[in-house]
Structures are given as C-alpha cells and as structure tokens.
C-alpha cells in the first residue's frame, strides 16, 4: 500500500519473525523510530520504521483479523506508546506489552471504542 513513499521494506510472515528481525536490527545499532498501522484485507498492514546513519530499514506485518500482534516493547521499550495508540484506535490487542493502557492511553471511558476500526 505505501510502496510507493517507504523503500526498503522487508516482509515478515509471522510474530517470531518478527520479534527475531526486530531483535536483529536492534543488535545492528537500529534505532526504533515509529511504526504505521493500516486497515488491509480485512486485517492491519503494520510498517515498523527503524533508522541508523540516516538510513531507513522497514519490516512490514500484516495481521489477520482475531489475531493479537505481539508487542516489540520488549525489545524497544518506547514502542509501548505507539501499540497502545493503536489499541485506542484500531482496537487491536498487542501480546506482552510492557505497559498496557488497556485502550486508556488517550481514550477516556466516554470515548467511542476504537474510532478507527
């Protein structure tokens, strides 16, 4: 979907590999820069966004629907910010992130439920 604004994109087929290449980068000096959530095929489309030496290295994931992505905060812990954005907005639930806002991070209890979804 973003091919045509993000290069260098590395497809990942499932949350091991994931958390393996995300492992990877960071042990190769990578810095965690963000990462973008798509609504695609009835799923998400997540792009991680990773920087070193003004390069960028991107890891692209999609996520059926039902299925919960694991958090990468394990490993980069200022990811916690941005999956528990995406919980309040998409309505995903990430697996073992370091602090769960429970779809509390910016949503308050009178919110609509995941306004993105």
């Known amino acids: 979907m973003l091919d045509n604004v993000i290069q260098n994109i590395t497809e990942i087929k499932g949350s091991g590999e994931l958390l393996k290449a995300v492992e990877g980068l960071k042990s190769d000096g990578y810095r965690y820069s963000t990462m973008i959530c798509?609504?695609?095929?009835?799923?998400?489309?997540?792009?991680?966004?990773?920087?070193?030496?003004?390069?960028?290295?991107?890891?692209?994931?999609?996520?059926?629907?039902?299925?919960?992505?694991?958090?990468?905060s394990g490993i980069y812990l200022c990811a916690l910010?941005?999956?528990?954005?995406?919980?309040?907005?998409?309505?995903?639930?990430?697996?073992?992130?370091?602090?769960?806002?429970?779809?509390?991070?910016?949503?308050?209890?009178?919110?609509?439920k995941a306004p993105l979804a």
């Open 38 to 72: 798509l609504k695609a095929n009835e799923g998400h489309e997540f792009i991680y966004i990773f920087e070193k030496d003004n390069k960028l290295k991107n890891l692209r994931y999609f996520v059926k629907p039902g299925e919960k992505p694991k958090s990468v």
């Open 81 to 112: 910010l941005i999956e528990n954005e995406y919980q309040d907005l998409f309505g995903l639930t990430f697996e073992g992130l370091a602090i769960d806002y429970k779809g509390h991070l910016y949503l308050t209890p009178n919110s609509p």
